[in-house]
């Protein structure tokens, strides 16, 4: 099966710019998530979205990031404005519904802001 | 936010040696999962557990989820030089409910010497 996509896999901006992420999860994923990883850290989760509904977004500073999985498939993030504190990898994974916990991670965009 | 005690934080190893990793949490977890990370990519599961006391086997790789239920172990017999990443481990606190959110640890860099 085709993987969890997502693009682009790298992006440069300057503070106080915006960027978009985009996600494509494996075909009848219910589950999706997204996750901040700093360097040397491990990922942080942001957002997890069941269908296109927001679970879990606690972690998520609304203040400058968003996010949206519109009918339940595909999913962006967005950053406005940039910090530089929010340089990092940022990735997408996704889980079918029901006892699985095991979720399967994109390559992740790595944003640098500068 | 709640992370686990990953230990140790690094290691460099001799090819064909065995490695040993671990993970504690000062609270009940009723699954544990164990990831690798290669540079540039996202995380991939290697290893799920779902039941205490439970020992998994994925080629070189065993997991065990600890009896009192805090704590996961990870080995690796042989290590080859493709071994070298970043080990996470990840796991689901008890009440978690359903929404499958993961608290992980901060990984074990691994460095084989060929």
């Known amino acids: 099966e085709a993987g969890v996509a997502q693009s682009p896999r790298y992006k440069i901006i300057e503070k106080r710019q915006s960027v978009a992420f985009w996600c494509n999860p494996i075909?009848?994923?219910?589950?999706l998530y997204w996750y901040q990883q700093i360097l040397g850290q491990g990922p942080k989760l942001l957002i997890q979205?069941?269908?296109?509904?927001?679970?879990?977004d606690s972690q998520l500073p609304k203040d400058r990031f968003s996010a949206e999985r519109l009918k339940g498939v595909d999913s962006t993030l967005k950053i406005q404005p940039a910090k530089l504190e929010d340089s990092a990898v940022y990735l997408c994974?996704?889980?079918?519904?029901?006892?699985?916990?095991?979720?399967?991670f994109g390559s992740g965009t790595r944003l640098t802001v500068v | 936010g709640q992370q686990l005690n990953q230990s140790p934080q690094s290691m460099f190893i001799q090819e064909g040696e065995d490695v040993s990793m671990n993970c504690t949490s000062s609270?009940?977890?009723?699954?544990w999962l164990w990831y690798k990370q290669d540079p540039g990519e996202g995380p991939v599961l290697l290893i799920a557990?779902?039941?205490a006391g439970e020992l998994t086997s994925n080629g070189r790789l065993t997991a065990q989820f600890g009896i009192t239920r805090k704590d996961s172990f990870l080995n690796i017999s042989a290590s080859i030089p493709s071994d070298v990443g970043i080990y996470f481990c990840?796991?689901?606190?008890?009440?978690?409910?359903?929404?499958?959110?993961?608290?992980w640890g901060l990984g074990t860099s691994l460095a084989v010497n060929p």
């Open positions: 994974a996704s889980s079918p519904a029901g006892g699985y916990y095991g979720y399967t």
């Open positions: 075909s009848g994923h219910a589950t």
């Open positions: 979205f069941q269908n296109n509904g927001v679970v879990d």
């Open positions: 609270s009940i977890f009723n699954t």
């Open positions: 557990l779902y039941k």
């Open positions: 990840a796991g689901q606190p008890l009440g978690a409910g359903n929404n499958r959110k993961l608290i």
